[in-house]
T-cell receptor, first 114, second 111 residues
Framework: DGGITQSPKYLFRKEGQNVTLSCEQNLNHDAMYWYRQDPGQGLRLIYYSQIVNDFQKGDIAEGYSVSREKKESFPLTVTSAQKNPTAFYLC?????????????FGPGTRLTVT | SQQGEEDPQALSIQEGENATMNCSYKTSINNLQWYRQNSGRGLVHLILIRSNEREKHSGRLRVTLDTSKKSSSLLITASRAADTASYFCATGIYNTDKLIFGTGTRLQVFP
């Protein structure tokens, strides 16, 4: 059963704590992406990776960090430096550069920081 | 920054009616994609239209692209209550590996 999994579905943290969101795919896709979605808004790109051990900042990378040690995995850490971390986080993958390929999305993680 | 702007922001129709959503963008694109999002869920890819294409069909979906006006439209024919969702356009930008998403249209289809 191929696809993208994100865990957990809901995550609650206290302000000042770092938190890591998991994203795994078994689609054998090279490219993976992290987006943030705020209520009633579109998606904003946080980080993306086209290949293992390489990643690039998106439009809103401040306060976030990522790693890409394995093709299947692209975890996102929300650090205490992120001013407004409460949001819905979506991970996606694609078979190639998104200029030419569709993206496949995971179910999302809703993070609440109080 | 968000490149795509959808219009209208929200749309309510009765089952059986057609729903039309529009997307405008600002820069040159490689392709334009439409996605659907049910409330609180991930996005699902609907259709991709390349910059050299003008129209594409998939089931009850019809997408048009006018690169001279930098705009696209998504038509859902004979809508069903199950079509209730938010619909986003996303543009694949030349010389980048990114998709830029619009702000979305919330479609409500009443039975």
């Amino acid at each position: 059963d191929g696809g993208i999994t994100q865990s957990p579905k809901y995550l609650f943290r206290k302000e000042g704590q770092n938190v890591t969101l998991s994203c795994e795919q078994n689609l054998n896709h090279d490219a993976m992406y992290w987006y943030r979605q705020d209520p009633g808004q579109g998606l904003r790109l946080i980080y993306y990776s086209q290949i293992v051990n390489d990643f690039q900042k998106g439009d809103i990378a401040e306060g976030y960090s990522v790693s890409r040690e394995k093709k299947e995995s692209f975890p996102l850490t929300v650090t205490s430096a992120q001013k407004n971390p409460t949001a819905f986080y979506l991970c996606a993958s694609s078979g190639g550069a998104s200029g030419s390929y569709e993206q496949y999305f995971g179910p999302g993680t809703r993070l609440t920081v109080t | 920054s968000q490149q795509g702007e959808e219009d209208p922001q929200a749309l309510s129709i009765q089952e059986g009616e057609n729903a039309t959503m529009n997307c405008s963008y600002k820069t040159s694109i490689n392709n334009l994609q439409w996605y659907r999002q049910n409330s609180g869920r991930g996005l699902v890819h609907l259709i991709l239209i390349r910059s050299n294409e003008r129209e594409k069909h998939s089931g009850r979906l019809r997408v048009t692209l006018d690169t001279s006006k930098k705009s696209s439209s998504l038509l859902i024919t004979a809508s069903r209550a199950a079509d209730t969702a938010s619909y986003f356009c996303a543009t694949g930008i030349y010389n980048t590996d990114k998709l830029i998403f619009g702000t979305g249209t919330r479609l409500q289809v009443f039975p």
